[in-house]
């Protein structure tokens, strides 16, 4: 009987492994444009890790046991417990502010379903212990800056933005109880999915007076999608403007770095998790028919819950699953074609030890190369040179040996020349 694969989790052929190092190749650059240091945890955690957190809840969504030393611990599901507990242990050692990212493998056992599997990579960036918007806007940049480098525009992605604290201030104005806060918030987060909008924010009001009048000036909150309108909002509320400076000067700085047209001001992002105090953010594919590709925002009291370390925090998690999508429906985003520098071709037998000296001088020169493993036709040589996207094919066949050169043809062309052997490197690096 064929073992298959578990449910939720991915088999990665050539093809679909050269996206996946493409993706991460992104995330990398663009780290490191942005003088992020990569840092990693154990895949296998305790459980309390993760329970500590999100509470017993959290149990049933994760693949956890008991190992064998009677330790209960889970896959990890995701990363910032784990950079909590790493910061926490050297706290005072670390430079602030402290810019890191991961490339964690992340495991939940959850419903399958588009853009959501059981397991996914994803890439973590934060910085922790600066409070100022303009790590905010950091971050949100460099979630940008990975769509550009990847080759996709401001026409495929956008990046949706908004602040708890103003939403807070305007839902408390609107009449909101502050013991309805956290509900509303809820409510608000399933303002695009969920059909009897209006019922679910009235039912959240369970303190709140006059709940029904209320959710309808709650929905018109959520509804504002620019800054325009937020601002002359904000202005005839009281604490308004105050509430609203951390998120405007992220704008602004966003605008300042070119980064403008992917912005777009949506009090619906909430970010269902309750530990976001400040900016969140989410980032779509322009059309949205995708999850979002990443989502984050302002975290300042997670790491004195997590680490005991008070330090404020703001970061992202970008996956690679909804990434992979969106990039696999645009011909310009995808993974750049396997391109070999040169199939090695031996005309005879005896020019195969020629072939070999070659192949191991051109791969020490950094070009990728590859030869045929057995005797065949070169017919059949230049056939599998083609198929392996081969730039050019270099044949050296017994004439050749004697002067000391070879024959370069381009695979696209199909021209020749002859090159002495002492320059082929040069010739194929176009030098």
């Not at 088999?11 to 444009?33: C, K, M």
């Not at 490339?103 to 599997?117: A, V």
């Not at 594919?285 to 979002?292: M, V």
């Not at 970008?318 to 429906?329: F, R």
């Amino acid at each position: 009987m064929q073992v298959k694969a578990l449910p939720g989790f991915r088999e990665f052929y050539p093809e679909e492994t050269a996206l996946r190092n493409h993706i991460f190749s992104a995330w990398r650059t663009v780290a490191a444009r942005y003088a992020f240091e990569e840092y990693d945890g154990p895949p296998l955690e305790p459980l309390e890790l993760y329970t500590q957190k999100s509470g017993n809840e959290i149990v049933g969504q994760l693949y956890e046991f008991t190992d064998k030393g009677e330790r209960r611990v889970a896959l990890r599901p995701e990363m910032t417990p784990t950079l909590a507990r790493m910061v926490a242990a050297q706290a005072q050692a670390l430079k602030k502010p402290i810019r890191w990212f991961a490339i964690p493998q992340l495991f939940r056992y959850e419903r399958q379903q588009r853009g959501r599997l059981r397991e996914h990579f994803q890439l973590n960036m934060d910085v922790i212990g600066e409070p100022g918007p303009l790590a905010d806007a950091e971050v949100i940049a460099a979630a940008i800056d990975i769509q550009r480098t990847l080759g996709l525009t401001a026409a495929d992605v956008r990046v949706r933005v908004s602040d708890r604290r103003v939403l807070q201030c305007l839902l408390l104005n609107a009449g909101v109880a502050e013991a309805d806060l956290a509900a509303t918030y809820g409510a608000v987060d399933k303002i695009e999915r969920a059909p009897r909008i209006e019922e679910i924010v009235a039912e959240a009001l369970v303190h709140t007076a006059s709940p029904g009048p209320v959710a309808a000036r709650v929905l018109e909150i959520a509804r504002l999608r620019d800054r325009g309108s937020l601002e002359r909002v904000l202005s005839a509320t009281r604490g308004g403007p105050e509430a609203a400076e951390g998120l405007f000067s992220c704008l602004d700085a966003l605008q300042a770095m070119g980064l403008g047209e992917f912005l777009e001001v949506d009090l619906s992002i909430v970010r269902g998790l309750a530990y976001y105090t400040g900016i969140v953010f989410e980032l779509f594919d322009a059309q949205r028919t995708l999850r979002a590709i990443c989502g984050g925002g302002r975290y300042d009291g997670l790491l004195k819950a997590l680490g005991g370390v008070d330090l404020p925090a703001v970061g992202f998690g970008m996956g690679d699953v909804v990434l992979g999508e969106l990039l696999k429906s645009r011909p310009v985003g995808g993974a750049p074609p396997r391109m070999l520098d040169a199939f090695l071709v031996a005309v005879t037998m005896e020019d195969q030890g020629a072939v070999l000296a070659l192949a191991h001088a051109l791969r020490d020169q950094g070009l990728s190369v590859e030869f045929a493993l057995k005797e065949q036709a070169v017919a059949r040589q230049l056939k599998i040179a083609a198929s392996r996207t081969a730039q050019r094919a270099v044949v050296i066949g017994p004439e050749e040996r004697k002067q000391g050169v070879v024959v370069v043809r381009d695979m696209g062309t199909g021209t020749e020349e002859r090159v002495a052997l002492a320059s082929v490197a040069d010739h194929l690096a176009g030098t």
